[in-house]
């Protein structure tokens, strides 16, 4: 166990930084969104091509697996679209909170859909985290109109981002990591350069813009989506959503160091951030690992 929990610790720091890095860039949305996912395909191209594992794994899938993960890829696509946009109609904090807010759907879709048990110590743990993010929202920002549109993309965004999840844990018992997060990210690619086109999103964003989407893809693409869609195959699905709980609090302590952004934590971010922490121990600390049971 003690390997996933170290993976899923380094996944959640790397997916941390992305609201760092689409802060840094002044590119449009959906222009980030699509740069990130062609920039991690690109990223595991030669993996794909050198690994004799995957080139195998490849040519004995079927096509229902390959229309399963493709679909992933569309839900994916979804989730940047929607979440990327946030950040630009309500703050960095509202928008990151309320994104990792699927466990609410996803423990108990997972606990029926995949039957993976959920002990009364978890389902406490859950709640806690829960009511922590409850306090980081009401607390620092209230219900605010202007930033309604903003709140509700980042909500659409978590909901994709559990659909997300749990498809993956279902496709990642017969698929190996790297042929599936190169399919799915490869699809999401295309999606959004769908959607760019759709929507004027321009494709040209200027050398800068894409050195950092470029360092966005390696760290929170590669080491954070990657990486978990590989714990994704030993590890409940609740699991790893409630352990992106943490995200929040991660990304918030970056913004607080990193200069040009400095965002002073307030104390409702400190008590909801300690009280989510406390939830995602209580439900990673009774937890089997598909190889132990």
Known sequence: ?????????????????????????????????FYRLLFTTLLLLPVV????????????LSFKSIAY?????????????????????TSVASSVILVTAHPIMVAPISHYLFKEKVNALQVGGILISILGLIILVTGNYGIEKSTFEGNLLAILGG???GIY?????????????????FMVYAMASLV??????????PLAVGGRNYEIIFLMALVSGIFGHTLYNWVL???????????????????????????????????YTIIGGCMILTGIYLTARYIKTYEEM
């Open 233 to 267: 195959k030993y590890v409940p699905a609740y699991l790893v959503s409630v352990s992106f709980l943490g995200e929040p609090i991660s990304s918030s302590f970056l913004a607080f160091i990193i200069p040009w952004i400095h965002q002073v934590p307030s104390y």
């Open 49 to 60: 091509i050198l690994r004799k594992k995957s080139r195998e794994h490849f040519a004995s």
């Open 1 to 33: 166990m003690r390997k996933y929990t170290i993976s899923l610790f380094i996944s959640v720091i790397s997916v941390s930084f992305a609201a760092i890095f689409i802060l840094s860039s002044d590119a449009p949305p959906l222009s980030i969104a």
């Open 159 to 161: 909901a994709a981002a």
């Open 69 to 89: 993960i493709f679909g992933v890829g569309v839900v994916l696509a979804l989730h940047f679209a929607f979440w990327i946009s946030s950040l630009y109609k």
């Open 192 to 201: 959004l350069l769908i959607l760019c086109l759709l929507f004027s999103s």
């Open 165 to 181: 999840i749990l498809s993956g844990r279902r496709i990642r018992r017969k698929v190996d990591a790297i042929p599936y997060a």
